[in-house]
Every structure is written in C-alpha cells, then in structure tokens.
C-alpha cells in the first residue's frame, strides 16, 4: 500500500509556471511507476505523462509534450511535475498515480487503469 499526496496547485496566468509535488509513503518509492493524470470539468480523465522507476525514462501525452517534464526523487519518495508555458486548457485537477508495474514501458502506461494507487488531486486552473 502507498498514500499519495499531491501539492502545488494553484492560479497562474497563461504563459507562466506551476511545479507540482507528490510525495508518498508507504512502500518503497522506486518499486513503483509514476504517472500524472488530470481532469477538466466535465471530461474524463486524462494521461499527461509518467517516468519509469529510476528516472530514466518518460513518456509524454502530445498536448504538454515540450512544455511539461515529470522526474522523480527516489531518495525523498516524491514525484513532480514542471509545467512551463501554460495555457488555459491546462486548467484542470491533476493526480498523482502509482503503478506496481515497472517492467513495461512508458508509453504503454498510459490508461488509469495501469495504476494501483492515487492521490487525492489539486486544482490547477490557468488564467487567460
């Protein structure tokens, strides 16, 4: 079992940046794949991106791909992610997620269904 906590959220104009955190307990960080998810009001949720269990790989949805980056601090169990050159479409509630798979490779983790644990989410909402 891992509990997932995420912070960071928050109002920020269209064009600036936002890092978010997810810290964890429980079991062993690094046993773990990490993703990040969010959900707009009245959409499903969706896949942002996710890093393997050491940090050395990262998958990314096409919509943040070269304006958000996912690493990892195994050492402080904690999860982030960086969000530059936001846009108001970004504004959504965005959660952490665990997945007890670490052997396949990212970018065939992209479904919520893949993850095992989630956090409780926090609000990002970007301002035009």
């Known amino acids: 079992q891992v509990q997932l906590v995420e912070s960071g959220g928050g109002l920020v104009q269209a064009g600036g940046s936002l890092r978010l955190s997810c810290t964890t307990s429980?079991?062993?960080?690094?046993?773990?794949?990490m993703g990040w998810f969010r959900q707009a009001p009245g959409k499903e949720r969706e896949f942002v991106g996710n890093?393997?269990?050491?940090?050395?790989?990262?998958y990314y949805a096409d919509s943040v791909k070269g304006r958000f980056s996912i690493f990892r601090l195994n050492a402080k169990s904690t999860l982030y992610l960086q969000m530059n050159s936001l846009k108001p479409e970004d504004t959504a509630v965005y959660y952490c997620?665990?997945?007890?798979?670490?052997?396949?490779?990212?970018?065939?983790?992209?479904?919520?269904?893949?993850?095992?644990?989630w956090g409780q989410g926090t609000q990002v909402t970007v301002s035009s």
């Open positions: 997620a665990a997945s007890r798979s670490t052997a396949r490779a990212m970018a065939d983790m992209t479904r919520a269904s893949e993850y095992d644990y």
């Open positions: 890093v393997n269990w050491n940090g050395g790989s990262t």
């Open positions: 429980g079991r062993t960080f690094s046993s773990y794949s």
